[in-house]
């Protein structure tokens, strides 16, 4: 089923940003879509309305105690001109499950679509069609609701906001591989999209830019052992010619990007391990030169090729830090098919 709003239009919209000045998110659109929940009303008035700030009170829940819920995913116009979203669905349903772990009342599926379609419609002349550009739809709940005891709130704000990126790599990145801070542990909030996941892991980000690394390699909570995933993307190395990823332990993100990177390969014909690596293995098979490349997937970065592993004060590069050949295939084909250039017989593009 689909859904529409009502839309109050934005009487000042702003000059769009110059293409090659985009950054990643440093401009927003000329609007917002804005939903209530209220008890007894569930979720209700559904809008779209221009953009601006939020009113909340310094006693709201959200601001004391974090509890949050958001998705990242994005809109790409292809050649025809149309707008192309990429399975959103699946952040539809991840959604849901975030929700459902912070005590946060879930949105309907259809709806949660609906709002990013609709808004992203409206806003379309701001999705910027450069190469490796797109518009980032970030859809998020907080609670405006009033209390400093931390229990679960009554009311409920569901907004999305939008703004257009370039990539966020662009070359190869050097990865800390973090054996002191930890991410999420299984029972915890690591496969659910929350802020309060990346609060706690800004500290070790610091500390990989002291590394010269552009990203962190989280291990296991447990044993400091396992790899998990990096920074906000999902990990994945090509030992012996075998693909390897951590299953979907509790602790890591369910990544829309990783499902479609494994379903991907599968097509190909490249078999993907889904099994916990240890550290100890990864970085032997970098020093010999069996692992032969690594890639982190997520809908900001779609593919980003590892060039190096820092671990315990050693460098370890990879492919002698060039871009692997299934790197490259599969950001040409997931970008190519979120773009419109290559046909997608998954069904996994709607346009819009
Ligand atoms: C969002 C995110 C990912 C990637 O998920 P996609 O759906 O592919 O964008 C991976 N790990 C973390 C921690 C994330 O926040």
């Not at 221009?50 to 009113?55: A, F, N």
């Not at 379309?124 to 970030?138: F, H, K, M």
Request: aromatic share 10%; charged share 25%; glycine share 8%.
């Amino acid at each position: 089923m689909h859904y529409t709003f009502p839309i109050t239009k934005n009487e000042n919209p702003k000059p769009k940003p110059d293409p090659k000045d985009i950054g990643f998110a440093k401009y927003y659109t000329d609007h917002m879509f804005f939903m209530n929940y209220d008890e007894g009303q569930g979720w209700h008035d559904g809008r779209i309305i221009p953009y601006g700030p939020l009113t909340l009170d310094p006693a709201a829940t959200t601001l004391h105690y974090a509890q949050e819920a958001f998705e990242g995913l994005k809109a790409y116009k292809n050649p025809e001109g149309k707008v192309n979203l990429f399975r959103p669905d699946m952040n539809a349903a991840r959604m849901r499950r975030t929700c459902e772990r912070m005590c946060i009342p879930e949105i309907d599926e259809d709806l949660f679509v609906s709002a990013v379609e609709e808004l992203v419609k409206l806003d379309a002349d701001w999705i910027p069609d450069l190469p490796g550009t797109s518009l980032y739809i970030r859809p998020f709940i907080i609670s405006p609701e009033l209390n400093l005891a931390p229990v679960a709130p009554k009311s409920f704000w569901f907004i999305i906001i939008l703004a257009p990126v370039t990539p966020y790599h662009s070359k190869v990145s050097h990865i800390l591989v973090e054996d002191e801070y930890i991410r999420a542990a299984v029972g915890g909030t690591g496969f659910a999209k929350c802020g309060g996941n990346y609060a706690g892991a800004m500290r070790a980000n610091v500390k990989a830019a002291k590394y010269n690394c552009d990203d962190v390699l989280w291990l296991d909570a447990k044993e400091h052992k396992y790899i998990e995933e990096v920074g906000t993307s999902n990990a994945f190395f090509v030992i012996d010619g075998k693909v390897v990823t951590s299953p979907l332990t509790g602790s890591i993100l369910p990544g829309v990007t990783r499902d479609s990177v494994i379903q991907m390969l599968e097509k190909w014909g490249v078999e993907v391990d889904q099994r916990r690596l240890p550290i100890d293995e990864a970085i032997e098979a970098a020093k010999s030169g069996r692992m032969t490349e690594a890639w982190a997937s997520g809908t900001a970065c779609v593919i980003a090729p590892m060039g190096l592993l820092n671990y315990k004060g050693e460098d370890y590069p990879i492919n002698g830090e060039q871009v692997g050949p299934l790197s490259k295939r599969l950001y040409d084909t997931l970008y190519g098919m979120q773009t419109g250039t290559v046909a997608d017989d998954m069904g996994w593009v709607v346009t819009l």
